[in-house]
Antibody, heavy 120, light 106 residues
């Protein structure tokens, strides 16, 4: 059974840093595209970042230069390093697995999410 | 960037109703469109992918159609468990979500 468990959220002051983790089981994180998606309180879903099977990465413009996605195959875990945090980064952050096969990938499994609150 | 626009934003319906939600892309995305259901405090759940393919385990009352820039999600015979927020998502170029449609009890 595929399972994704996010940890690392919490309250952080503006300008601070936080690292989120997403522990995967039931599959290998390096074998699928893996993404982070966020949802601000009462708002919709926003794609944040992706790490491709080959290791290359991409980011939404609103986090480019501040956030870094990575993975550790030995721990089967996905990470999101968040620096220079702003109040508008306050959201629940979900990790999501890209579907297998083909050239276009929707998200077929999601974690339960971890809340990041940026406030002084 | 590809923008996704859903309508309506809120929909009031009764159990047993047939419900249709529309999603429009700002440019052609072929059939690279997914639909997700989200309940309060929970993660999104995949319902439909590639515009009309039903995810395993999802009830057959859910169906999707469309291609290019116009897509629909239909729930045939709304059940109590279906009251939730629904999001479309394009995955033709990176990933973009619609703003969501909340299906509430009439």
């Amino acid at each position: 059974e595929v399972q994704l468990v996010e940890t690392g959220g919490g309250l952080i002051q503006p300008g601070g840093s936080l690292r989120l983790s997403c522990a995967a089981s039931g599959f290998t994180v390096s074998s699928n595209y893996m993404s982070w998606v966020r949802q601000a309180p009462g708002k919709g879903l926003e794609w944040v970042s992706v790490i491709y099977t080959g290791g290359s990465t991409a980011y939404a413009d609103f986090v480019k230069g501040r956030f870094t996605i990575s993975r550790d195959s030995s721990k089967n875990t996905l990470y999101l390093q968040m620096n220079s945090l702003r109040a508008e980064d306050t959201a629940v952050y979900y990790c999501a697995r890209g579907s297998s096969g083909g050239s276009y990938f929707h998200f077929d499994s999601w974690g339960q999410g971890t809340l990041v609150t940026v406030s002084s | 960037d590809i923008q996704m626009t859903q309508s309506p934003s809120t929909l009031s319906a009764s159990v047993g109703d047939r419900v249709t939600i529309t999603c429009r892309a700002s440019q052609s995305i072929s059939s690279w469109l997914a639909w997700y259901q989200q309940k309060p405090g929970k993660a999104p759940k995949l319902l439909i992918y590639k515009a009309s393919s039903l995810e395993s385990g999802v009830p057959s009352r859910f169906s999707g159609s469309g291609s290019g820039t116009e897509f629909t999600l239909t729930i045939s015979g709304l059940q109590a468990d279906d009251f939730a927020t629904y999001y479309c998502q394009q995955y033709n170029s990176y990933w973009t979500f619609g703003q969501g449609t909340k299906v509430e009890i009439k």
